[in-house]
């Protein structure tokens, strides 16, 4: 942490929306906390400076000019599991601690995964809007069990996923730099490469943390060797994908579906994105796969306690 400030954080920014519990622990322990869920990045910049420590989620940006702005900060806390929106590499020049609370949301995020999956293979989104706008049909949809899920990563939210797909009925390949038989084993899948996974994947899950300079995963080239009618989910990066390539491949029915928690602007401001949301066989979350009531509890408990232990480390 920043030396010139060493000791215990005691006035803390909480930038947005978290659950109660989280406040209550901290000014449990003596700390001050301003709990400002909507505050823009131009306030941020103006009274960062004033705080020890800051608690973001996914909507607020700690870039490289919002750090050094913030003099005497020592230590952010993302209430979730990314740090993409924080710039590591600037906050370790600045000697500023980063805690997170990863592996708080892993089941719920899995679950979306899921739910997203049999949503757009069975045309439910599409149905009830059919439904609601006094339209009665029916369409045939497609089942699950004994197709292929490719997992693109296998970590925490990959694995869990792959487990829930495995029960039910599917078989399990996957794509990650850093490999794991005893993981994969556990799923009785077994690893590929990316051009083989996508060619033999039913349903293709991205579940990746992508860093600062990461590149897309799947491009052109990529979403042409894909296996006809795909379904393809994404709930960790929209940067993950080329939007355009996305579209094109959507609009060509060469995709069979795309499901989403994640958006390349949030909340959506492009035509493209626009036209990415009205497609029929789309189905696209506004960024919830941690909200859930079990799930931020679960990220309160662990952001607190990872903080309580930063601040108890900084005093010694």
């Known amino acids: 942490m920043n030396t010139a400030t060493k000791g215990k954080p ?3 920014l909480i930038c947005d929306p978290v659950d109660r519990s989280l406040i209550a622990g901290l000014e449990q322990k003596g700390h001050l906390v301003d709990y400002m869920p909507d505050l823009g990045q131009a306030q941020l910049m103006e009274i960062l ?6 608690v973001i989620r996914s909507r607020t940006k700690l870039t490289s000019e919002v750090l050094r702005s913030g003099h005497g900060l020592q230590l952010i806390a993302r209430a ?10 600037a906050a370790e020049d600045l000697g500023i601690k980063v805690v997170t609370a990863a592996g708080s949301s892993t089941d719920s995020v899995a679950e979306l995964n899921v739910a ?3 949503n757009i293979a069975r045309n439910i989104g599409f149905l009830n809007r059919q439904l609601r706008a006094g339209k009665f049909a029916k369409a045939a949809g497609t089942e699950i069990a004994g197709k292929t899920a490719g997992m693109i990563g296998l970590g925490r939210i990959g694995f869990q996923t792959a487990k829930y797909l495995r029960a039910l009925g599917l078989g399990i390949i996957a794509f990650d730099l850093q490999e794991s038989e005893e993981l994969i084993g556990k799923v009785s899948g077994k690893y590929v490469s990316l051009d083989t ?6 349903f293709i899950f991205i579940s990746v ?16 060797k ?19 390539p996305l579209l094109r491949s959507l609009r060509e029915s060469r995709l069979g579906g795309y499901g989403a928690d994640v958006l390349w602007n949030e909340p959506p401001d492009s035509p493209l994105e626009k036209e990415l949301i009205a497609m029929e066989n789309v189905l696209i979350t506004p960024h919830i796969g941690a909200q859930t009531h079990e799930a931020q509890g679960r990220v309160a408990r662990m952001t607190l306690e990872n903080m309580l232990k930063a601040i108890e480390e900084a005093s010694t």
Request: glycine share 12%.
């Open 116 to 118: 997203l999956l049999i």
């Open 80 to 89: 979730g599991i990314g740090t993409d929106n924080i710039d590591l590499g």
């Open 49 to 54: 400076h004033g705080y020890d420590a800051a």
């Open 226 to 244: 894909m296996k006809k009618g795909a379904i393809l989910i994404n709930t960790s990066r929209a940067e993950a994908i080329g939007l355009e």
């Open 197 to 202: 996974l996508l060619e033999k994947s039913d």
């Open 10 to 12: 005691r006035k803390i």
């Open 209 to 224: 943390t992508l860093m600062k300079d990461s590149r897309e995963i799947l491009g052109e080239d990529q979403f042409r």
